[in-house]
Structure formats: structure tokens, C-alpha cells
T-cell receptor, first 115, second 116 residues
Framework: DAGVTQSPTHLIKTRGQQVTLRCSPK?????VSWYQQALGQGPQFIFQ???????QRGNFPDRFSGHQFPNYSSELNVNALLLGDSALYLC??????????????FGQGTRLTVV | AQSVTQLGSHVSVSEGALVLLRCNYS??????LFWYVQYPNQGLQLLLK??????LVKGINGFEAEFKKSETSFHLTKPSAHMSDAAEYFC??????????????FGQGTTLQVKP
């Protein structure tokens, strides 16, 4: 079992550019959540995707958007990058069970640096 | 709204000493509570969780935590620290008020330093 895989592991972008981050969930999982972790901070929830739709969203601007594919993998897109978008972006996957608790598994993250 | 406060951004202990990392939560519904560990340049690994079963929860690597509703606390402990325990620790609460268990709300984190 490969667990949650994210790509790329690191990337550097220039202010104003656009970036796409990718996540493959753990085998058998159908729900993907994205988090932003700034240096020295706890992760902040960006949004969650289930059945190819955004189900919940945190307090992030519309520059942050996402997508979930039929195979449950997901992308996070950030437009018009700002220096403050520099962070570790974490993907977590879980299995929807009608409200019952299921553990979220995290990937290793993508380190985004905006210069 | 739910929130988590971790008391102490840095904790330093000697190898073999007791580890105590503090977490207080705020929740309008019975909470699900979690402790995660993060090693440098890595993702988050679940140490243990409380989901309304036993109030004393045992996790991996010898860690445990006790849910105390009266104190709104979920402190993490380990009787004897190992050098390998040095890492960043996050307390989190799950926002499952809408029926799903997706959104985790994290504290600011506590860096645990273990001295030889």
C-alpha cells in the first residue's frame, strides 16, 4: 500500500504565477482534504473533496481551487501566487462512512516557495 | 466554532524523563480529539485519537492522552522520553458537526526537544 502520495515534493514559483499540486489518496479512500502549513504553524484546512465535489471549505480566497477525479485523486490549484502562499501543502485522504469516524492519512506534503 | 490551544510552543525534557504536552479545546459538540507527530520535512502521523469511547487513550510509541471534559483538556504524556521522540506535536479537533469527519482544526504545535 503506497499510502497518500503527493507531487511534486518541492517547487519554486514566482509571484503572480499559477501552480498545481497533485495528490493520490490511500488505496480504498474516496475523500481528499487539503491543508496549508506555514512555517512554524499548524496546518490550516483549505477544502475537502468527495464525489468529485467540494464539500467543505476553509477560510481561503478563491485563488485556491481544486478538483477531484473519478479515481479519487485530487489537484490543488493556486492562482496569482503571493509570497505568503509559501508553505507546506498537505493532502489527507479518508473513507466516507456516513459520519462515522475514519482516520485521515497524510501525505509527505509539497513544499511551495514563492519568490 | 471549535478551536485548540496548545500551551507551550517548546518543551524540553531529558532522556528518560516524563513528557507532558498540553492541549485545551473548545467545542460546541462532543469532540473528536487527536494528537499528531511531525518529523522534519515529513507529513503528519497519527499518535492517538479520542472518539467518545474510553477517556484514557493509548497510542503508538508509548504515548497516551486523557480526555477530561470538565477541564476541556486532552494532554499528551509519555512516561520516559527517547531521543527519537524529538519532533513537532500537534493537537487537533475534528469538526464533525455536519456529520462527516473531514475537517481537522489544529493547534499551533509544540516542539519537543529531548536532551541526552
Amino acid at each position: 500500500d503506497a499510502g497518500v502520495t503527493q507531487s511534486p515534493t518541492h517547487l519554486i514559483k514566482t509571484r503572480g504565477q499559477q501552480v498545481t499540486l497533485r495528490c493520490s489518496p490511500k488505496s480504498g479512500h474516496d475523500t481528499v482534504s487539503w491543508y496549508q502549513q506555514a512555517l512554524g504553524q499548524g496546518p490550516q484546512f483549505i477544502f475537502q473533496y468527495y464525489e468529485e465535489e467540494e464539500r467543505q471549505r476553509g477560510n481561503f480566497p478563491d485563488r485556491f481551487s481544486g478538483h477531484q477525479f473519478p479515481n479519487y485523486s485530487s489537484e490543488l490549484n493556486v492562482n496569482a501566487l503571493l509570497l505568503g502562499d509559501s508553505a507546506l501543502y498537505l493532502c489527507a485522504s479518508s473513507l466516507e462512512r456516513g459520519g462515522a469516524y475514519t482516520e485521515a492519512f497524510f501525505g509527505q506534503g509539497t513544499r511551495l516557495t514563492v519568490v | 466554532a471549535q478551536s485548540v490551544t496548545q500551551l507551550g510552543s517548546h518543551v524540553s525534557v531529558s532522556e528518560g524523563a516524563l513528557v507532558l504536552l498540553r492541549c485545551n479545546y473548545s467545542s460546541s459538540v462532543p469532540p473528536y480529539l487527536f494528537w499528531y507527530v511531525q518529523y522534519p520535512n515529513q507529513g503528519l502521523q497519527l499518535l492517538l485519537k479520542y472518539t467518545s469511547a474510553a477517556t484514557l487513550v493509548k497510542g503508538i510509541n508509548g504515548f497516551e492522552a486523557e480526555f477530561k471534559k470538565s477541564e476541556t483538556s486532552f494532554h499528551l504524556t509519555k512516561p520516559s522520553a527517547h531521543m527519537s521522540d524529538a519532533a513537532e506535536y500537534f493537537c487537533a479537533v475534528s469538526d464533525h458537526s455536519s456529520g462527516n469527519t473531514g475537517k481537522l482544526i489544529f493547534g499551533q504545535g509544540t516542539t519537543l526537544q529531548v536532551k541526552p
